[in-house]
């Protein structure tokens, strides 16, 4: 809402906000000036009219709120991951076009200047032949709702989204992957259970994705990370994602979700040089308004669904493959590069 209400005046407007316990909507709506408020998707499907709908609610959710919102023939702006499964994601897909509506999915991580940066450096050639690259994100674990580690939760929607959104849309589509997850901690308090609850989503995993060209990337994400910069990332100065290739390598500085420069080595004597400090006006909660701005100018973002399906279906597949140990062919694409 403060990145929303600030930086889409002049081509959105917030005109209702929902939520099944009332009261946060209430004070939401007292807070930032927002006239209607509703308890349940239904009613605000049925109330003031308007034109796209923010999902921001329980991941689990997501698939059966956007397709209401979809019937109801709204455009949709939904958190990750857009559906729980692969199939139910591109059946909104399908829904959405026969309807002539549009439905995007989070994270937006592709639009920050480093991701441009690192996608052109390795469209340039600058790094010789692409072979290797990883990813990590992590921490010891949400607090302040049981979804996260109820089924249909877990690292991978939650952590792991983030990076395999980032090297999907740097290495190109993912033709298969080979994945293990595991529970470390079954048991969890949470603020909004008051009580431990039993952990049914996987709290740990580690996914390996195979690229064109023979390049091969690696992701680990979990909720038993120990990091003194916590869930905000404060002050993270570390290589969150690494490229390499024969002839050079790159690092991202801090998260991709919230990135502040990129490492390029290119020279045996010299050392790594950093570009790209100034985030510019990129922020992880930017993805509603850049669609809002498409939206009333008739551009194309630079995130597009098809690629939140491709996510998805990487998510489902390294599932799978941690249940039965094998190698998962993946079907699903998206037009690339992205810059």
């Known amino acids: 809402m403060p990145h929303l209400t600030k930086f889409?005046?002049?081509?959105?407007?917030?005109?209702?906000?929902?939520?099944?316990?009332?009261?946060?909507a209430i004070d939401t709506g007292k807070k930032y000036n927002i006239a209607n408020t509703y308890p349940n998707i239904e009613a605000l499907l049925a109330g003031v009219p308007f034109d796209l709908m923010l999902n921001l609610t329980?991941?689990?959710?997501?698939?059966?709120?956007?397709?209401?919102?979809?019937?109801?023939?709204?455009?949709?702006?939904?958190?990750?991951?857009?559906?729980?499964?692969?199939?139910?994601?591109?059946a909104l897909l399908d829904l959405a076009r026969s309807k002539n509506l549009r439905i995007w999915g989070a994270p937006a991580v592709v639009n920050s200047p480093q991701f441009a940066f690192m996608s052109k450096t390795l469209q340039e050639?600058?790094?010789?032949r692409v072979a290797a690259a990883h990813a990590n994100y992590g921490h010891t674990g949400p607090t302040w709702s049981a979804f996260f580690y109820e089924k249909g939760g877990g690292s991978l929607p939650d952590l792991g989204v983030y990076n395999i959104a980032s090297l999907t849309g740097l290495l190109g589509p993912a033709k298969s992957v080979i994945a293990m997850t595991s529970i470390v901690?079954?048991?969890?308090?949470?603020?909004?259970?008051?009580?431990?609850?039993?952990?049914?989503?996987?709290?740990?995993?580690?996914?390996?994705?195979e690229h064109a060209g023979g390049a091969l990337s690696h992701i680990q994400c979990g909720f038993n990370y120990f990091d003194p910069h916590g869930h905000e990332g404060k002050g993270q100065n570390e290589h969150t994602i690494k490229i390499w290739g024969s002839d050079g390598n790159m690092g991202l500085v801090g998260y991709d979700w919230a990135p502040f420069g990129v490492d390029l080595a290119t020279s045996w004597t010299e050392p790594p040089k950093r570009y790209v400090e100034d985030p510019g006006d990129y922020v992880w909660q930017q993805g509603a308004t850049v669609i809002s701005k498409a939206m009333a100018d008739g551009s194309e973002p630079r995130i597009n669904v098809e690629h939140a399906l491709h996510v998805l279906e990487i998510i489902e597949a390294a599932r799978k493959s941690g249940q039965n140990g094998r190698r998962i062919k993946l079907k699903s694409t998206f037009k690339w590069p992205m810059v």
């Open 8 to 24: 889409a005046t002049g081509h959105a407007e917030v005109v209702s906000l929902c939520d099944i316990v009332y009261q946060r």
């Open 58 to 90: 329980d991941m689990q959710a997501h698939g059966r709120l956007n397709r209401q919102a979809i019937l109801a023939g709204k455009n949709i702006w939904s958190e990750k991951p857009m559906a729980n499964t692969y199939k139910e994601g591109k």
């Open 125 to 128: 050639g600058k790094l010789g």
């Open 185 to 209: 901690t079954p048991e969890r308090t949470v603020d909004n259970k008051g009580k431990k609850i039993k952990v049914e989503a996987e709290d740990n995993a580690q996914l390996i994705l």
